[in-house]
């Protein structure tokens, strides 16, 4: 059985299911009033083409016509919203939403999917205003564009003008940075930042949130105008069949999901996006609990905001500020003058969440139908994401734009045929962002993005980071054929090479920190260091608690210890500086270069050291590319790999 023959079977099946619920949601048949729709969006008119698929999908929107009695909870309040339809502005044969998210998007065709699916991209090297140089990839063979940014920036005036008031008060690096971003978003490209830095966050933040509030509110227009011509078409012939070119809507009303780790980042978006819809024009229901449940309890004192500057690295303290838990959910609803928090995942526009909130929910549900429908994703501090559990983030990729199990009272005639066809993949807009590139974020770029729109990745030139003078840093090369071995050739070189070398030497066989950036290599170097006989060590892990931490750093600082094994995310979450170090060893260059800058000062936090006193030895392979650019620069890094 084919794809398309298995994605008919599954829509009729729903469509059965759907059949048998109808005397539970039938309402008393006055007149006809069109239902309410769970997502808005704008339409052009249906063209019917001669793929087997579409065919397929037409059937099903055919039968669904007969059975489906709409969900009409809260019809009277997008009533009210009609106004705001009546008022809209004139659609635009150019309007890029129309064109990506239409009934019949150009870029869509079977050529454009089977080069996404082989992986068949063309890709060129474009210089994007403030974002800096980009590399721009299209599907082989498809009829998208090229280009990273589109002449005029696709936003509804209503929210245009005051963004433009707003912008006219920030710095003219600021501005322009959004201006370039927002460009870039209109051409419905996925997007990937890989390098954002702590001065371009909010402004960032805030052009995005303003790209995802400008699809939402073309999709709740195009609804609500098709609504009122479902209503003017039955009074004028209430005998007439419905209209067939109103294809608007996925299958569930939710469009964009925000993956963040921890609420404060929540609450960071939270404002971007309500810095767009500003009091009295927009009231914003429950922003009290809101901001009760996602900041800090009354009373507490935010030790980090609060400390001296410099006391705390900038990056940690924006990192941690505020509340950091990183179990969380929470649904808004967008109406023409009401920002809804707190609203039901399929009554509402925009999730945002964590990975691992949304990973229990489904887990506890054992469902993610929500998430059939959404449009535009969009990953944030995913560098901080890779130091939680990256396997929360592909649990839920895995369930994104999938058919949904059950109907949701969906008016399978509102839905627009590539949905049905299975295809929403190819049309979602992903936005990640990153302080860097990891293995796990460019393998999620490469495989997780299917747009047949192309998809653009920023690029950065790293400088070799700034380490004290004098110490001598001995980058030690082992040969790896396969990244799937490189764990093994790694713990093989370590534990016959280097660590041998460093226990026949009297002054680096003590005060010695062992730096790991993977916690499954952690876990392995620490057992092998339980086997060694007559090597003392301790340990610092994520796991560690506070009594242990502080056991730890006395005994290495007193030579109790002549080892000191600290994993990565041990220093991401907790920063501490570590005294009595004389020999840093690198297991791996680390994820942060700004950790090897840090590892490196820590014997001069003790009198009477000098350069020469301290050792460094990174042990690295070529699959160790991005980090090592950061550390040695991205020619250094060239170089080192080359050289080995």
Request: charged share 25%.
């Given at each position: 059985m084919d794809h398309g023959n298995s994605v008919t079977t599954k829509l009729l099946t729903l469509l059965n299911v759907s059949a048998t619920k109808i005397g539970k949601r039938k309402r008393v048949q006055e007149e006809f009033v069109p239902s309410e729709k769970l997502n808005k969006r704008k339409s052009i008119s249906f063209t019917d083409t001669n793929t087997t698929s579409e065919k397929e999908s037409t059937i099903a929107?055919?039968?669904?016509?007969?059975?489906?009695?709409?969900?009409?909870?809260?019809?009277?309040?997008?009533?009210?919203?009609?106004?705001?339809?009546?008022?809209?502005?004139?659609?635009?044969?150019?309007?890029?939403?129309?064109?990506?998210?239409?009934?019949?998007?150009?870029?869509?065709?079977?050529?454009?999917?089977?080069?996404?699916?082989?992986?068949?991209?063309?890709?060129?090297?474009?210089?994007?205003?403030?974002?800096?140089?980009?590399?721009?990839?299209?599907?082989?063979?498809?009829?998208?564009?090229?280009?990273?940014?589109?002449?005029?920036?696709?936003?509804?005036?209503?929210?245009?003008?005051?963004?433009?008031?707003?912008?006219?008060?920030?710095?003219?690096?600021?501005?322009?940075?959004?201006?370039?971003?927002?460009?870039?978003?209109?051409?419905?490209?996925?997007?990937?930042?890989?390098?954002?830095?702590?001065?371009?966050?909010?402004?960032?933040?805030?052009?995005?949130?303003?790209?995802?509030?400008?699809?939402?509110?073309?999709?709740?227009?195009?609804?609500?105008?098709?609504?009122?011509?479902?209503?003017?078409?039955?009074?004028?012939?209430?005998?007439?069949?419905?209209?067939?070119?109103?294809?608007?809507?996925?299958?569930?009303?939710?469009?964009?999901?925000?993956?963040?780790?921890?609420?404060?980042?929540?609450?960071?978006?939270?404002?971007?996006?309500?810095?767009?819809?500003?009091?009295?024009?927009?009231?914003?229901?429950?922003?009290?609990?809101?901001?009760?449940?996602?900041?800090?309890?009354?009373?507490?004192?935010?030790?980090?905001?609060?400390?001296?500057?410099?006391?705390?690295?900038?990056?940690?303290?924006?990192?941690?500020?505020?509340?950091?838990?990183?179990?969380?959910?929470?649904?808004?609803?967008?109406?023409?003058?009401?920002v809804k928090m707190f609203t039901d995942f399929y009554g509402c526009d925009i999730i945002i969440a964590s990975p691992l909130g949304l990973r229990r929910s489904i887990d506890k549900e054992k469902n993610a139908d929500y998430l059939t429908s959404i449009e535009v994703l969009v990953i944030d501090q995913m560098d901080a994401l890779t130091m939680q559990n990256w396997e929360h983030v592909k649990f839920v990729m895995s369930y994104m734009n999938k058919l949904p199990k059950e109907s949701h009272d969906t008016d399978f005639s509102r839905i627009k045929p590539w949905y049905l066809d299975g295809h929403a993949a190819y049309l979602r807009q992903s936005i990640l962002l990153s302080a860097y590139e990891t293995a796990e974020t460019r393998a999620l770029y490469n495989t997780s993005l299917k747009n047949v729109a192309g998809k653009i990745r920023t690029e950065k030139s790293w400088p070799p980071i700034d380490v004290p003078a004098g110490i001598d840093q001995n980058f030690i090369h082992f040969d790896c054929v396969s990244p799937v071995d490189e764990p093994e050739k790694r713990f093989h070189h370590f534990t016959t090479q280097l660590l041998p070398s460093v226990l026949k030497s009297a002054v680096q066989s003590t005060n010695t920190i062992v730096f790991i950036p993977s916690s499954f290599d952690f876990i392995r170097v620490q057992n092998h260091f339980r086997k060694q006989s007559g090597v003392t060590f301790t340990v610092l892990s994520e796991y560690s608690s506070n009594q242990d931490i502080s056991r730890a750093r006395q005994a290495f600082f007193k030579g109790q210890k002549s080892f000191l094994l600290v994993s990565e995310r041990f220093h991401f979450f907790k920063r501490y500086k570590i005294r009595g170090c004389r020999n840093v060893i690198f297991y791996g260059p680390p994820d942060h270069p700004q950790y090897f800058t840090e590892f490196l000062s820590f014997p001069f936090l003790d009198d009477g050291v000098e350069a020469s006193d301290v050792t460094c030895r990174v042990l690295f392979s070529k699959y160790d590319r991005f980090k090592l650019e950061r550390i040695a620069g991205t020619e250094g890094a060239i170089d080192l790999i080359k050289s080995s």
């Open positions: 929107i055919e039968v669904e016509k007969e059975i489906v009695v709409s969900k009409t909870d809260g019809q009277e309040e997008e009533v009210d919203e009609t106004a705001d339809g009546n008022a809209e502005e004139p659609t635009s044969s150019n309007d890029g939403y129309e064109t990506h998210f239409g009934v019949n998007p150009s870029c869509l065709s079977e050529s454009s999917k089977t080069a996404v699916e082989s992986r068949s991209w063309i890709s060129s090297r474009e210089k994007v205003g403030k974002l800096g140089s980009a590399i721009v990839s299209v599907p082989a063979n498809s009829e998208a564009s090229t280009s990273a940014c589109v002449s005029e920036i696709d936003i509804l005036d209503n929210l245009k003008t005051p963004f433009t008031t707003r912008q006219a008060k920030q710095a003219r690096n600021q501005a322009e940075l959004q201006n370039d971003l927002l460009s870039s978003l209109s051409t419905r490209k996925d997007l990937y930042i890989t390098s954002t830095s702590l001065s371009t966050k909010r402004a960032t933040r805030e052009a995005i949130a303003l790209h995802a509030l400008n699809h939402v509110n073309k999709k709740r227009r195009r609804v609500l105008k098709n609504n009122e011509r479902l209503t003017r078409a039955a009074k004028a012939n209430p005998d007439a069949p419905p209209l067939e070119d109103v294809q608007d809507q996925g299958f569930t009303r939710p469009s964009v999901l925000i993956l963040l780790p921890f609420r404060s980042s929540a609450l960071d978006w939270f404002r971007a996006i309500t810095s767009h819809t500003p009091s009295p024009t927009f009231q914003i229901e429950n922003q009290s609990r809101f901001l009760s449940e996602y900041g800090l309890p009354a009373g507490v004192v935010d030790k980090l905001v609060t400390a001296e500057p410099g006391t705390y690295p900038p990056d940690h303290v924006d990192t941690f500020k505020g509340n950091v838990d990183d179990n969380f959910r929470v649904g808004m609803k967008m109406t023409r003058k009401t």
